[in-house]
Nanobody, 121 residues
Framework: QVQLVESGGGLVQPGGSLRLSCTAS??????NVWRWHRQAPGKQRELV?????????NYALSVKGRFTISRDYAKNAVYLQMNGLKPEDTAVYYC???????????????WGQGTQVTVSS
């Protein structure tokens, strides 16, 4: 199995910044897609950002221009730089990866445990 460990969440004031990280471990051949999701209490889970193996990125309209997703191929890690944070960004943030354990295996999804981001004055 592939395990994902997230970190970097915390409490910040509006307009502040946070950098989330997620590192994969286990039997991994490749990770083709990284994603960040978030879920606020009483709301549905939302896809925030994604990055493919070709380094193509996509962002939710609500965060585009403020958040940046990046990856480190050598470390099997993904990051989410969050600038200009707003109270509505408050949520638990989860990383997700589509991983292969061998060149011929089918990809499967793995999830991190989530990290809390709170934006409040």
């Amino acid at each position: 199995q592939v395990q994902l460990v997230e970190s970097g969440g915390g409490l910040v004031q509006p307009g502040g910044s946070l950098r989330l990280s997620c590192t994969a471990s286990g039997s991994i051949f490749s990770i083709n897609v990284w994603r960040w999701h978030r879920q606020a209490p009483g709301k549905q889970r939302e896809l925030v950002a994604s990055m493919t193996g070709s380094d193509s990125t996509n962002y939710a309209l609500s965060v585009k221009g403020r958040f940046t997703i990046s990856r480190d191929y050598a470390k099997n890690a993904v990051y989410l730089q969050m600038n200009g944070l707003k109270p509505e960004d408050t949520a638990v943030y989860y990383c997700n990866a589509d991983a292969r354990v061998s060149p011929t295996s089918r990809p499967f999804g793995s999830w991190g445990q989530g990290t809390q981001v709170t934006v409040s004055s």
